[in-house]
């Protein structure tokens, strides 16, 4: 068993046929082959079973996934940093939307700037996907504001932030100081899509509060929603690093939930067998320069309408 069997082994298991794994890697399908049956072989099992077109894992094959994947990993750093020393060096970032429009392109000039050598490649997508990527080593950092299920990746919370709801000039709520939770059923709101820690972290506050909302436009794209809400009489619920321009030009109004709900983090996350480069480090000492926020002094507030208790609750 050898590197080339397990790096075939896990091609195979990714794209489902002899015939993808073998055009991803550059090999004759008859050679992926031979690699899994020697990989069979090896370890006295069968490691795929073939329902219809497709390969899936039998149960043996499912042990061996993330440890052929560790060393595989493991072997890779290993080689980039013998036979790269003295020469450019990469670090595979991922973002997460919020974050990569409003604060990655800073970092990563910071980043590069402090680290001679180092190329840093920048993948931006929502919270959903940037997890599967570090799992599968395809990033060997990022930076999120969404929730991480998975117990195989270090999360460090670093940088503060908060959500708040934004309303453009054209809409009722742009004159108001004060609007309270249940006047949002019924709004029309843009969404950042499903998947996004933007949405699911409204999403539960409108659950817990038992609110309706009405969404008229849904993008995976920050400043389209923020036009939106510039043009269109929509609401949204967004970072407020993403509108420093639009405040303090008085584009829009903007509401900070009194309760403190819709604060966050963003924070730092790698595999917890990550080899931890130099700049890995780097990295973590970069976003620490950015860890607080402030509200504008022009700030309205949402509030949670109180119910008074009724008197057989005293």
């Not at 990469?90 to 392109?105: A, D, E, F, N």
């Not at 303090?248 to 990550?274: A, C, G, M, P």
């Amino acid at each position: 068993m050898t590197i080339r069997h397990l790096t075939i082994f896990l091609a195979v298991a990714e794209y489902g046929t002899m015939s993808a794994a073998a055009e991803h890697l550059y090999l004759s399908q008859p050679t992926i082959s031979q690699a899994i049956r020697e990989l069979e072989k090896h370890y006295n099992g069968l490691l795929f079973e073939r329902l219809g077109k497709k390969l899936y894992l039998t149960d043996r094959g499912t042990l061996l996934l993330p440890q052929a994947r560790e060393l595989v990993n493991r072997f890779t750093e290993v080689e980039e940093l013998m036979l790269n020393q003295g020469q450019t060096s990469i670090l595979k970032l991922g973002s997460t939307l919020t974050v990569g429009t409003c604060l990655t392109p800073t970092v990563m000039l910071k980043l590069e700037e402090s680290t001679p050598g180092l190329e840093v490649h920048s993948y931006v997508s929502n919270t959903l996907e940037i997890e599967q990527k570090l799992l599968k080593s395809e990033l060997d950092a990022a930076v999120v504001e969404g929730e991480i299920q998975s117990p195989d990746l270090v999360v460090i919370p670093i940088i503060d932030d908060c959500l708040v709801l934004a309303a453009g000039k054209h809409h009722p709520f742009y004159e108001r100081n004060l609007i309270f939770s249940d006047e949002l059923n019924g709004q029309p709101f843009a969404m950042r899509e499903k998947g996004s820690g933007t949405r699911q972290l409204f999403e539960n506050y409108a659950d817990k509060h038992k609110l309706l909302l009405k969404v008229t436009w849904e993008a995976n794209c920050p400043r389209t929603i923020l036009n939106a809400v510039l043009y269109n009489k929509v609401l949204s619920v967004m970072s407020l690093r993403l509108m420093p321009h639009e405040i303090r030009h008085q584009r829009l109004r903007i509401f900070h939930n009194e309760d403190l709900e819709w604060n966050r983090t963003f924070k730092l996350v790698y595999h917890k067998n990550k080899f931890l480069t130099p700049a890995i480090y780097e990295l973590e000492k970069i976003l620490w320069q950015y860890q607080s926020i402030k509200l504008p002094p022009e700030c309205g507030i949402l509030r949670n309408r109180i119910t008074d208790p009724s008197p057989a609750a005293v």
